[in-house]
Nanobody, 121 residues
Framework: QVQLVESGGGLVQAGGSLRLSCAASGTIFSINAMGWYRQAPGKQRELVARIITDSVTNYADSVKGRFTISRDYAKNTVYLQMDSLKSEDTAVYFC???????????????WGQGTQVTVSS
C-alpha cells in the first residue's frame, strides 16, 4: 500500500525558515500531483501549495512569495521551503499526493500523518 512520510516540522522563530519533505513509497504506478495542506486550531484545512510539474504550481495567497514547492520525480518526494515564517503559519501540515497504483486505475488521494509547524512571535 502507499505510504507518505513527512519530516522537517518543528519550532522556529518568526522570520525564520523550515523545509518540509514528504516521500511516497509502496505500490506506485505514477504520481499525478503532490502538495501540502495545513490545519490550524479552529480553522478548516486549507491548501498551501500543490505541484503537478515544475511549471504548474499553485499557492495559497497567504504564502505566495514566501513558500516554494518542489518535486523530486526520481525519489517520489515533494518539498516545501518555508521562508519568512509568521505566527499565522502555525499549523499541522499534511502531505498530499494523487497517485495511480495501477495503470488501469484512476488516481486516488493519499495523505501523510501530519507534521507540526510552530512559529513563535
Amino acid at each position: 500500500q502507499v505510504q507518505l512520510v513527512e519530516s522537517g516540522g518543528g519550532l522556529v522563530q518568526a522570520g525564520g525558515s523550515l523545509r518540509l519533505s514528504c516521500a511516497a513509497s509502496g505500490t506506485i504506478f505514477s504520481i499525478n500531483a503532490m502538495g501540502w495542506y495545513r490545519q490550524a486550531p479552529g480553522k478548516q484545512r486549507e491548501l498551501v501549495a500543490r505541484i503537478i510539474t515544475d511549471s504548474v504550481t499553485n499557492y495559497a495567497d497567504s504564502v505566495k512569495g514566501r513558500f516554494t514547492i518542489s518535486r523530486d520525480y526520481a525519489k517520489n518526494t515533494v518539498y516545501l521551503q518555508m521562508d519568512s515564517l509568521k505566527s499565522e503559519d502555525t499549523a499541522v501540515y499534511f502531505c498530499y499526493a494523487e497517485i495511480k497504483i495501477r495503470a488501469w486505475r484512476t488516481a486516488s488521494s493519499y495523505w501523510g500523518q501530519g507534521t507540526q509547524v510552530t512559529v513563535s512571535s
